[in-house]
């Protein structure tokens, strides 16, 4: 396999990063995204949405949200082709430098309880389940 890069996603990138996610994230139990989302979050943040890539085709992402106060990654996806070969846990570490920078001390992230696959591999990152509590939400 040829070396993967890594880089900052830009607004461009909004349509394929939607085309990746639509084969490669998980999907279940959400809001459906939206380029528009995607160019709103880059203008917020330009350095939130972490990238690799396969000789130009894009193989993975994540979103490395920094709100001033605490570190949550969303979006973690690598393209079924590429799996076990240590680009998620390359993505999270990235996302991990980032937050590093800013003085972050503790990241998170929304995992489906039903989602085995990603507790493994968020498991291997070093992160672990906090049962004593729950995501409570409203539709804004
Ligand atoms: C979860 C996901 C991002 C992992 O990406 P990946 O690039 O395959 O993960 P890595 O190769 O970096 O794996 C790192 C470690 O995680 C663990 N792991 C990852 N996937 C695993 C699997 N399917 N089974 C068992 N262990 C797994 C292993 O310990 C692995 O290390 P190893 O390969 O040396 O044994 C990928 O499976 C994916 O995109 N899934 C669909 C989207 C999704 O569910 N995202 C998470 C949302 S919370």
């Known amino acids: 396999m040829a070396a993967i890069d890594f880089r900052v996603a ?4 909004a349509p394929g990063v ?12 959400r809001p ?9 979050l880059i203008a917020r943040d330009p ?10 085709k894009l193989v993975g992402s994540v979103i490395a949200g920094w709100d001033g106060w605490r570190c949550h990654l969303y979006r973690l996806a ?11 846990r390359a993505l999270v570490a990235l996302a991990e430098s980032r937050f590093a920078e800013y003085g972050g001390r503790r990241a998170d992230a929304m995992v489906l309880d039903a989602n085995a696959e ?5 498991s291997a990152a070093g992160y672990a389940a906090q049962p004593n509590w729950s995501r409570w939400v409203k539709p804004l």
Do not use: C, K, M, Q
Request: aromatic share 6%.
């Open 32 to 40: 459906p995204d939206s380029p528009e989302a995607v160019v709103r």
């Open 47 to 56: 350095a939130a949405l972490l990238l690799a890539e396969d000789d130009g």
């Open 10 to 13: 830009t607004a461009a990138d």
């Open 78 to 88: 690598v393209a079924p082709s590429h799996r076990r070969r240590g680009i998620g």
């Open 118 to 122: 990603a507790h493994r591999a968020w």
């Open 18 to 29: 939607l085309a990746f996610w639509a084969d490669a994230a998980e999907d279940s139990d």
